[in-house]
């Protein structure tokens, strides 16, 4: 009996390791300060010229949430609209979270800065080493200046896995189709696999975390980190459905070696143009759930007082009236 707990013991640790198994990505968020990091938004990868652009690097599951120490630390340069580089000191910082098994914890990261000094898009590039992974991970991302300066999103920085887009990477809306072409040592990779997974915030991330594995028992990570195969020239497509940030990263396998990954993060608006919000539709549903109240009220009165025909109809009427003339005034 106690022999049969232990084996049950170590099967229900082999499921949750392997439930565990989604994707860690090298998270860059551009953030003005260091306590509101997590609550990145696409407006962050926007800059005015001349400003000062802090990036943090974060190492960690986005989609759950889940972080993990980034250690060693990454090498993160600045690629300019004009093909100059610059190499970005990094200092290492503290992040609040939670690990693996839902702990709050400190997590060791990096950050980095570096002026916006030409109208375009730089590209911030990170090279990290997970040994536990066996991965070296390259990630980019692009920070994007000036109204219709729409130069510099499709630039190769060279790492030696690359995600090139063909979909410019800023303006683009939840349900918005992103392709890209994913390159190893500059030529296609071919027939590999491109995994795509969305940043939560933490709370955002335990809810959706909760409700995957209620929904999906039998294998929850499937919603997390989602996977599309490159193609025989390196392409590859992807609906990106959500607002938020995305990560689009493809590997090249190499046996017995680390893997090799080039991710590209992106940031997705939300639908524009904007659609009434359920809080509204809510209070709209409200008003008219007062009118119809109103209504019956007045119904009853006239039922009381007097069967004069089309009494009914008048008030039915005025009602919808009403509803209309509420619905006007959002
Ligand atoms: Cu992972």
Redesign the pocket.
């Known amino acids: 009996m106690k022999n049969a707990l232990k084996y049950l013991v170590i099967i229900g640790l082999i499921l949750c390791s392997a439930g565990?198994?989604?994707?860690?990505f090298t998270m860059i968020f551009p953030s003005d300060d260091e306590s509101t990091v997590f609550d990145v938004s696409p407006e962050d990868f926007i800059a005015d010229l001349g400003e000062e652009k802090t990036v943090y690097i974060i190492w960690g599951?986005p989609y759950e949430h889940i972080l993990f120490d980034l250690e060693p630390a990454p090498t993160v340069s600045a690629y300019k609209p004009d093909g100059s580089v610059e190499e970005l000191e990094v200092s290492q910082i503290s992040v609040p979270g939670q690990d693996e098994e839902g702990n709050d914890g400190e997590f060791v990261a990096y950050k980095a800065s570096f002026i916006v000094d030409q109208m375009g898009d730089s590209i911030v590039a990170v090279k990290y080493v997970s040994e536990e992974?066996e991965l070296v991970d390259y990630t980019k991302t692009i920070i994007h200046c000036g109204e219709e300066v729409w130069e510099g999103w499709d630039a190769t920085v060279g790492q030696e896995t690359e995600v090139v887009p063909y979909v410019r990477p800023y303006g683009m809306e939840e349900g918005f189709v992103f392709s890209g072409k994913a390159l190893y040592e500059g030529k296609a990779l071919s027939d590999s696999i491109v995994e795509v997974e969305k940043y939560h915030t933490l709370e955002a991330g335990r809810q959706i975390v909760e409700d995957a594995e209620a929904l999906f028992p039998y294998d929850a990570p499937m919603v997390f980190t989602r996977q599309v195969k490159s193609d025989a020239d390196g392409d590859f497509v992807y609906t990106l459905d959500e607002p938020g940030i995305w990560y689009v990263g493809a590997t090249k396998e190499n046996e017995g070696e680390y893997s090799v990954r080039g991710v590209l993060e992106l940031p997705v608006l939300e639908a524009f143009p904007i659609e009434e919000t359920p809080v509204e539709t809510v209070i709209l549903s409200e008003e008219g759930a007062e009118a119809e109240e109103e209504e019956e009220e007045e119904e009853e009165e006239g039922e009381e007082s007097t069967s004069a025909p089309g009494f009914e109809a008048i008030f039915a009427v005025s009602g919808m009236l009403a509803v209309l003339c509420l619905t006007r005034r959002k």
Do not use: D, I, K, W
């Open positions: 565990m198994a989604s994707a860690h599951h992974e």
